[in-house]
Structures are given as structure tokens and as C-alpha cells.
């Protein structure tokens, strides 16, 4: 059974850091790209970061560039996204997703990814 499971969310005070995890089960991370998206409240789900082995290329949303970083550990099975000088607005459910081969210019969008983790939550408050 494929499935995506995360972790390492809760709350965190503004300036804070988190690394969330999304460990990947039935299936092997290896060819896929790795997406994280989130979802404020009230808001629609935006993509986050991609990075995919296929082009080695990497992708940032502008309002987390310098502040998250995507990785993957293809042995573990794993994928990361280390969040630093977090602020309220980064709050929202964060969602994990592989899609077969690379990001692509539009890895902003969830139409392409065939897979979804179940999301965890990440709070920015003091």
C-alpha cells in the first residue's frame, strides 16, 4: 500500500525552527519528485518546495526561499523540509507529495503529484 505519512509539526514561537519529516511507505522516493505544500486557514493550498533527482533541480515559493530547505534521504526513505526563522503566517497544515520524474516548472500545482501524505500541523504563535 503506497502511502506518505509526516511529521514534526506543532507550535512554535515566531523565529523559531521546525523540520518536518515525510517517511514513504509501498514505494521507493528514488525516482519521484518530492513536493510540500501548505494550507492556511481559510486559504487555499499553496506549494511550498520540490525537489526531484530526475533534473536535480530544487524550487522555492518566494516567501519561504532563504528560510526552508528541502532535502530527501533516498535510503531512509525520507524526504525533509527544515523550516527556520519561521513567522505566523507560515501556520497551515503542511502536506507532502511525490509525483513520477521531475518538479517541473509548474510544481507549484498539485495536479501533478500522484501521491498525498494526510499533512501535519504547524502553528507560528508566541
Known amino acids: 500500500q503506497v502511502q506518505l505519512v509526516e511529521s514534526g509539526g506543532g507550535l512554535v514561537q515566531p523565529g523559531g525552527s521546525l523540520r518536518l519529516s515525510c517517511a514513504a511507505a509501498?514505494?521507493?522516493?528514488?525516482?519521484?519528485?518530492i513536493g510540500w505544500f501548505r494550507q492556511a486557514p481559510g486559504k487555499e493550498r499553496e506549494g511550498v518546495s520540490c525537489?526531484?533527482?530526475?533534473?536535480?533541480?530544487?524550487y522555492y515559493s518566494d516567501s519561504v526561499k532563504g528560510r526552508f530547505t528541502i532535502s530527501r534521504d533516498n535510503a531512509k526513505n525520507t524526504a525533509f523540509l527544515q523550516m527556520s526563522s519561521l513567522k505566523p503566517d507560515d501556520t497551515g497544515v503542511y502536506y507532502c507529495?511525490?509525483?513520477?520524474?521531475?518538479?517541473?516548472?509548474?510544481?507549484?500545482?498539485?495536479?501533478?503529484?500522484?501521491?498525498w501524505g494526510q499533512g501535519t500541523r504547524v502553528t507560528v504563535s508566541s
Open positions: 507529495a511525490v509525483g513520477w520524474g521531475a518538479c517541473g516548472v509548474s510544481w507549484y500545482g498539485d495536479f501533478g503529484y500522484d501521491h
Open positions: 509501498g514505494f521507493t522516493l528514488n525516482n519521484y519528485a
Open positions: 525537489t526531484s533527482d530526475a533534473d536535480g533541480r530544487t
